[in-house]
């Protein structure tokens, strides 16, 4: 599956962004998918995860009650609302596709990743 992310951009303390990721040339709906970011110097850290039928979450601690993940399985297309944003949020953020069926936080198992679109929070 190829997953090409939209949405980010700069936005001030407290804002809010919607970031999407359309996928395209495989089944989407049998993929897990998570969202990372990747500040610059930085490891890429786990964000969010929603599993194939879009009815169970996880989130990071740092995001969680502030960070929103979704998924329309009819537009292929997985969704992270990002509210309260903090000049700590900045980062490039990805999304990707896993074969798992359970919550994986670590990068090391997702198969297909976009390209990243970029988030900056300024305060």
């Known amino acids: 599956v190829h997953l090409g992310e939209s949405g980010g951009g700069l936005v001030k303390t407290g804002g809010s962004l919607r970031l999407s990721c359309a996928a395209s040339g495989g089944d989407f709906d049998t993929y897990g998918m998570g969202w990372f970011r990747q500040a610059p110097e930085e490891e890429r850290e786990f964000v969010a995860w929603?599993?194939?039928?879009?009815?169970?979450?996880y989130y990071a601690n740092t995001v969680k009650g502030r960070f929103t993940i979704s998924r329309d399985n009819v537009r292929n297309t997985v969704y992270l609302q990002m509210n309260n944003l903090k000049p700590q949020d900045t980062a490039v953020y990805f999304c990707?596709?896993?074969?798992?069926?359970?919550?994986?936080?670590?990068?090391?198992?997702?198969?297909?990743w976009g390209q990243g679109t970029r988030v900056t929070v300024f305060s």
């Open positions: 929603i599993n194939s039928d879009g009815d169970d979450t």
């Open positions: 990707a596709a896993t074969d798992y069926r359970t919550v994986v936080r670590s990068p090391d198992f997702y198969d297909q």
